[in-house]
């Protein structure tokens, strides 16, 4: 299984750093992936080569797919709503920020359910949708990580949060 990040330009890395973090140092398959398999952009102006486009990567092998936010005109199309529904009905987790849940929204995975777009909170979990605005990066990247099970045990989860969120010194 491979957790799937798709790049555009303009898409906002530092919205989805911690959880990238996460996803590697408990050693998940992250696979960047653009529309069409070429280099990007970032909005914070970092150049990224992507390992391939979209569609090659096989969706039923995708437990996870991560969608940043940004200026999302490059990924806000038929061709990605289809992937996400896709992921969806395979079972995997969506998880959106910022913009990035406009394009789930626009997918139509989002109806009937509470997500950031339709609700006040910072960050929204539903079964397999998770959804956060910009200023909720760091909660994402923790509700992310344990839907994932990426925790040990409790001690790791607080003490994740401790440094993470509280900006506390851990040993």
Same mark, same amino acid.
């Given at each position: 299984?491979?957790?799937?990040? @798709? !790049?555009?330009?303009?898409?906002?890395?530092?919205?989805?750093?911690?959880? *990238?973090?996460?996803?590697?140092? $408990?050693?998940?398959?992250?696979?960047?992936?653009?529309?069409?398999?070429? $280099?990007?952009?970032?909005? &914070?102006?970092?150049?990224?080569?992507?390992? &391939?486009? !979209?569609?090659? =990567?096989?969706?039923?092998?995708?437990?996870?797919?991560?969608?940043?936010?940004? *200026? #999302? +005109?490059? @990924?806000?199309?038929?061709?990605?709503?289809?992937? =996400?529904?896709?992921?969806?009905?395979?079972?995997?987790?969506? %998880?959106? #920020?910022?913009?990035?849940?406009?394009? /789930?929204?626009? %997918?139509? #995975? /989002? &109806?009937? #359910?509470?997500? $950031?777009?339709?609700?006040?909170?910072?960050? %929204?979990?539903?079964?397999?949708?998770?959804?956060?605005?910009?200023?909720?990066?760091?909660?994402? %990247? @923790?509700?992310?990580? +344990? +839907?994932?099970? !990426?925790?040990?045990?409790?001690?790791? !989860?607080? &003490? $994740?949060?401790?440094?993470?969120?509280?900006?506390?010194?851990?040993?």
């Amino acid at each position: 299984m491979q957790t799937v990040v @798709i !790049l555009y330009n303009t898409c906002c890395i530092y919205e989805i750093v911690i959880l *990238n973090y996460f996803l590697k140092f $408990t050693n998940k398959n992250v696979v960047f992936v653009s529309v069409d398999g070429k $280099t990007i952009t970032s909005m &914070e102006g970092y150049s990224m080569n992507v390992s &391939e486009k !979209l569609t090659d =990567i096989d969706v039923t092998k995708v437990e996870l797919m991560v969608v940043p936010g940004g *200026n #999302i +005109k490059e @990924i806000d199309n038929t061709l990605v709503y289809g992937y =996400i529904r896709n992921v969806m009905k395979n079972k995997g987790i969506i %998880a959106g #920020i910022c913009a990035g849940v406009d394009v /789930l929204e626009h %997918a139509g #995975i /989002l &109806e009937g #359910i509470d997500s $950031t777009n339709s609700t006040e909170l910072d960050v %929204a979990i539903t079964d397999h949708v998770i959804t956060a605005r910009a200023n909720g990066y760091v909660d994402f %990247a @923790i509700e992310v990580a +344990k +839907k994932m099970n !990426l925790f040990e045990d409790e001690y790791d !989860l607080e &003490e $994740t949060i401790a440094f993470w969120r509280e900006f506390k010194r851990v040993q």
